[in-house]
């Protein structure tokens, strides 16, 4: 089992800047990716950034050249700092880790409990 502890997050005006952090505990072994998702009102859980073990990275399109994800792997520790914030961006935002394919598909995943990101107008 892998547990999954955010924090960061908030309520923030468009164009400024948030960073979330994960820890991972437990049988850190058992994952080689971790990043982040969200999910908007109305909308269905997307991916945002994630990187795998190896340094490779998966940004959405929306976010590129905005958000950034880092990973203190010493730390089992993954962040997202996100500048440039949109009201579009609003979502809650969760952490993410998992065993992954090559391709980016997933074996099995572990999931926080979800963080709360608004941008206001």
């Known amino acids: 089992q892998v547990q999954l502890v955010e924090s960061g997050g908030g309520l923030v005006q468009a164009g400024g800047s948030l960073s979330v952090s994960c820890v991972a505990s437990g049988v850190i072994s058992s994952i080689n990716l971790m990043g982040w998702y969200r999910q908007a009102p109305g909308k269905q859980r997307e991916l945002v950034a994630v990187k795998m073990n190896s340094g490779n990275t998966n940004y959405a399109d929306s976010v590129k050249g905005r958000f950034t994800v880092s990973r203190d792997n010493a730390k089992n520790t993954v962040y997202l700092q996100m500048n440039s914030l949109k009201p579009e961006d609003t979502a809650v935002y969760y952490c993410?880790?998992?065993?992954?394919?090559?391709?980016?598909?997933?074996?099995?995943?572990?999931w926080g409990q979800g963080i709360q990101v608004t941008v206001s107008s």
């Open positions: 993410n880790a998992g065993l992954y394919k090559p391709n980016w598909q997933p074996i099995y995943n572990y």
